[in-house]
């Protein structure tokens, strides 16, 4: 946590995503839209990284989950089904004087320090006036506060009308719980098994803020893991997690204040803090995911929703947060939301859902014992506050990401760039690289200028050629995070770098 304690800001990281092509504001030249932004060359590559390693975490390493891909704009009657329709809102205020629009509850956590998650509109009306909060942008008095439902709206073909109203998605989740029978039909699955789908989502949130963390596109990848309910605690790999332990902060610990104590997931089950085995095991599971892209476990925490913070479809929800220097803040839930989508889809449309369960010999309405839902932007943000270092005896940052994630795996430099048969050899090595991972060939500047380069921007591995490599066919590797460098021949270098990427050294 050095980095992290220097306080790197959002800023500050915002800064260094747009110079070195991460991410930039959205349609800039136009001054930009809140809560929109553009991956750039190096962005897209991450992002892709990240999404391709929860799908092989997900679904190709498991056997009892599959995927899908749905659309983003579904029938309406789905949100109405959901309760989104109805319960998606947060509260606003507005001022008076300068008509700026605000998130009630954001602006009373600001000044208090207060959770204050599930209150009313009249409630947090009451806490405005009794703590005088006023509007942040000119000190005006603040309206009654409203609630605002936070889906995107649009129509359907040429008319606009009434009847063709429809709402870009505020989860995937959705077209999981309308496709579950026919995904279990085709793919021949039993209880339990699980749908994983990554796509976009939309919220038109009222105050986009902090960058990535809350924006109004952003993607979502999430599992709807699903049981017959007699099984809640039936769950075949607890024995794989039952031992890991992890920071956690329960519902009680809040209410009491305390802070966040590290615990394994035997004793949060035996306590019965966490409500089910299989509950348990897949908040471990992701957390061990987490920590696999790179996060550290004491930047990791997991958080149980007070019962009056819960979402309308939710039992029981933890929520793993990571330690941003704007405070823990949540990447990820993971909610029981039991069997209440699907009833009520099987109510709004009058379709039989259930599913046959061949161990009990019945039809059983598939029961959601666990939704790991994870925001990629904000994993992204993460990953970027745990990897970026200001390393001050090199004099430049270095970006120290898994090698399995950096955008460009290795450079190919040759020493000097006014030697035809040095130029000449690079450029073959860069060719037979290029067809396994993704290179830049580098020719412009000092070798100490191209190294610093793709530090900053996370490439674990240089190749340098040099006037050795002409005779010898071989070549230097320089390693990102140790600087040392190793002696490889040529035809060598792909085997392994494949074997150090696997191996997550740099
Ligand atoms: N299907 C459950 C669901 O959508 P959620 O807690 O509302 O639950 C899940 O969202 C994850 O989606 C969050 O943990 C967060 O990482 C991400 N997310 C939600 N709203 C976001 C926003 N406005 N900007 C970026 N990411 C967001």
């Known amino acids: 946590m050095k980095e992290m304690e220097k306080k790197l800001t959002i800023n500050e990281i915002a800064t260094f995503c747009k110079k070195k092509g991460f991410i930039f504001p959205s349609s800039e030249i136009y001054g930009g839209l809140s809560g929109f932004f553009d991956y750039g060359p190096l962005g897209v590559e991450l992002k892709n990284n990240l999404k391709q390693l929860w799908w092989k975490a997900h679904v190709h390493e498991r056997e009892d989950i599959v995927g899908m891909d749905g659309s983003i704009i579904l029938n ?41 998650d599930g209150k009313s509109p009249e409630e947090l009306h009451e806490l405005i006036v009794a703590k005088g909060i006023k509007c942040p ?10 609630s605002f439902n936070l889906m995107f709206k649009t129509y359907v073909g040429p008319k606009q009308t009434k009847e063709n109203v429809a709402y870009l998605r505020p989860e995937t989740a959705q077209s999981i719980f ?11 699955k039993k209880l339990p098994f699980g749908i994983a789908q990554i796509g976009k989502s939309f919220r038109n949130e009222i105050s ?44 009680d610990m809040q209410k009491r204040g305390n802070k966040e104590k590290e615990m394994s997931v035997k004793e949060l089950v035996n306590k019965g803090v966490i409500k089910s085995k299989w509950q348990a095991y897949w908040i471990s599971f992701e957390h061990k995911f987490l920590v696999r892209v790179g996060l550290k ?3 990791l925490r997991i958080r ?50 259930r599913v046959f369960d061949e161990k009990y010999k019945e039809k059983t309405i ?15 943000l993460a990953v970027l506050f745990e990897a970026y270092e200001n390393n001050e005896k090199r004099g430049n940052i270095v970006l120290k990401l898994k090698p399995f994630l950096s955008p460009i795996k290795a450079a190919v430099l040759p020493l000097v760039s006014n030697k035809e048969e040095l130029m000449k050899k690079a450029r073959e090595v860069y060719n037979s690289l290029k067809k396994d991972f993704n290179v830049v060939f580098d020719k412009s500047g000092s070798i100490g200028r191209r190294y610093a380069r793709e530090d900053e921007i996370g490439t674990p591995f240089c190749i340098t050629i040099d006037f050795d490599s002409l005779k010898n066919n071989d070549a230097t590797i320089r390693f990102r995070d140790s600087t040392e460098q190793e002696r490889v021949a040529i035809k060598e270098i792909r085997d392994k770098i494949t074997s150090l990427i696997r191996n997550d050294k740099c």
């Open 76 to 116: 309406p009657r789905v949100w109405v089904a959901s309760g989104h329709a109805e319960h998606f809102e947060d509260v606003l205020v507005e001022c008076k004087k300068c008509h700026q629009r605000f998130r009630a509850d954001q602006l009373i956590e600001e000044k208090t320090g207060e959770n204050v």
């Open 137 to 146: 942008n000119c000190g005006g008095e603040l309206s009654e506060p409203k």
């Open 178 to 188: 309308t496709e579950v029978k026919n995904i279990m039909e085709v793919s021949r």
């Open 208 to 251: 986009p803020r902090n960058f990535l963390f809350r924006s109004r596109e952003f993607e979502q990848a999430e599992i709807e893991y699903f049981i017959n309910e007699k099984d809640l605690n039936n769950c075949p790999y607890f024995n794989e997690v039952e031992n890991y332990k992890m920071l956690a902060l329960t519902e």
């Open 297 to 299: 476990p004491e930047h």
């Open 304 to 353: 149980q929703h007070l019962s009056i913070e819960r979402a309308h479809y939710s039992l029981d929800t933890w929520d793993i947060e990571y330690k941003f220097p704007f405070g823990w803040k949540e990447i990820e839930g993971v909610s029981n939301r039991t069997t209440f989508d699907i009833k009520n889809h099987m109510k709004e449309s009058k379709k039989d859902l």
């Open 366 to 380: 598939p029961y959601v014992v666990s939704e790991p839902s994870l925001g990629i932007d904000r994993l992204f």
